[in-house]
T-cell receptor
């Protein structure tokens, strides 16, 4: 069946460094790719998303890139801060309601 | 604006007991869904609804029932709790199929 692979499962960076999380999806019909941030004890919150007709999108320190040919999309966080520490989930959505989430990446930003 | 509200936040059940997890949203979203979150497995879809009176199964529906009598509410019922249903449950709503999902705070359920 369809799946989304997310790597790495854990990522530790020094404050000010960049962090990159990568996802690969299997369903070529997927056309919407959101990224969610989940802080401890809370529900996931959308931080950025990208649609299949766009290759890159940026919002301040956060950017997402999409390679539809390779079925890869990545989250880039620059100038990381301690408050960026959280679990990040990628997701791929196919027509209708089918949303497949990656397993999550736990990001630690060391001050 | 409350967004998506889930109750209770924590629950302990004995095997075989039944209960209902409540979810309400005040954004007039048509799409609502229930996920369970287990360590290392991300979020898995249990059931979803695309409008009042319409529900369908997701990836892991066994042992759960849902109904959608109003746009605002989407309760999840555990028919006979099993230890395998120990998890954190999230309700989410969205305006359309390819839009942002808004999640509730979650319900941590333990079945002993």
């Amino acid at each position: 069946g369809e799946n989304v692979e997310q790597h790495p499962s854990t990522l530790s960076v020094q404050e000010g460094d960049s962090a990159v999380i990568k996802c690969t999806y299997s369903d070529s019909a997927s056309n919407y790719f959101p990224w969610y941030k989940q802080e401890l004890g809370k529900g996931p919150q959308l931080i950025i998303d990208i649609r299949s007709n766009v290759g890159e999108k940026k919002d301040q320190r956060i950017a997402v890139t999409l390679n539809k040919t390779a079925k890869h999309f990545s989250l880039h966080i620059t100038e990381t801060q301690p408050e960026d520490s959280a679990v990040y989930f990628c997701a791929a959505i196919t027509g209708g309601f089918k949303t497949i989430f990656g397993a999550g990446t736990r990001l630690f930003v060391k001050a | 604006n409350a967004g998506v509200t889930q109750t209770p936040k924590f629950q302990v059940l004995k095997t075989g007991q039944s209960m209902t997890l409540q979810c309400a949203q005040d954004m007039n979203h048509e799409y609502m869904s229930w996920y369970r979150q287990d360590p290392g497995m991300g979020l898995r879809l249990i059931h979803y609804s695309v409008g009042a009176g319409i529900t369908d199964q997701g990836e892991v529906p066994n042992g759960y029932n849902v109904s959608r009598s109003t746009t605002e509410d989407f309760p999840l019922r555990l028919l006979s709790a099993a230890p395998s249903q120990t998890s954190v449950y999230f309700c989410a709503s969205r305006q359309g199929a390819w839009t942002e999902a808004f999640f509730g705070q979650g319900t941590r359920l333990t079945v002993v």
